[in-house]
């Protein structure tokens, strides 16, 4: 067991076969050649408590799995080394370039809304004011934190959540999805 810190380690898309031989692809992380998929987050207010946890996990695997507990901005995430799944890259397989739209969109929105969701409150624009409102900035930083992903792939999924109206931009003259300060608010909200 090893207690690392998020810039010591290479986050990554991991392709995972289950018995049916369908593949989801999950968060994974890279660290000196092993694969690592996630497991259980403690808030940072519970590092000892982490640390117990991931000892017993590491006793009970009879210390033949690698587990690494790292330290992340809000949270400490347990990952479990698992030699069944494979790393990806976007130039070396067919899963990648499909995980954003892979994604359950109303299993997404559910998370964004709730309470470690995007940040969702009352802001002005001009005389206008908006209630329930984030920023496509604000969405894109959730997004890349909770997923693990890049914020282009962040911004394609911010895209998809406005093409399927899970999303409203507040601004009238805005078709896309934006990084930036436009304000967006979730439909389910109106």
Not at 147 to 175: C, H, K, V, W
Request: with cysteine.
């Amino acid at each position: 067991m090893l207690l690392l810190s998020a810039k010591q380690v290479q986050y990554c898309q991991v392709a995972k076969r289950d018995p049916t031989g369908k593949v989801e692809v999950i968060p994974g992380i890279s660290y000196y050649g092993k694969v690592f998929v996630r497991g259980e987050i403690f808030p940072l207010s519970q590092r000892n408590r982490a640390i117990e946890y991931s000892r017993q996990k590491f006793s009970e695997y009879k210390e033949k799995v690698y587990i690494l507990l790292v330290e992340e901005k809000d949270r400490l995430t347990l990952w479990y080394e698992n030699s069944e799944v494979t790393e990806l890259s976007s130039s070396n397989n067919e899963y990648f370039t499909d995980f954003i739209a892979t994604i359950d969109l109303t299993q997404l929105v559910f998370k964004m809304r709730g309470k470690q969701g995007v940040p969702r409150k009352k802001r002005r624009r001009g005389f206008r004011t908006f209630r329930e409102s984030f920023s496509g900035r604000e969405a894109v930083n959730w997004l890349q934190q909770y997923l693990q992903i890049s914020r282009e792939d962040a911004i394609r999924l911010g895209e998809r959540l406005l093409d399927n109206y899970f999303l409203s931009p507040l601004t009238m003259n805005i078709r896309s999805f934006q990084d930036g300060e436009v304000l967006y608010r979730f439909t389910a909200d109106e």
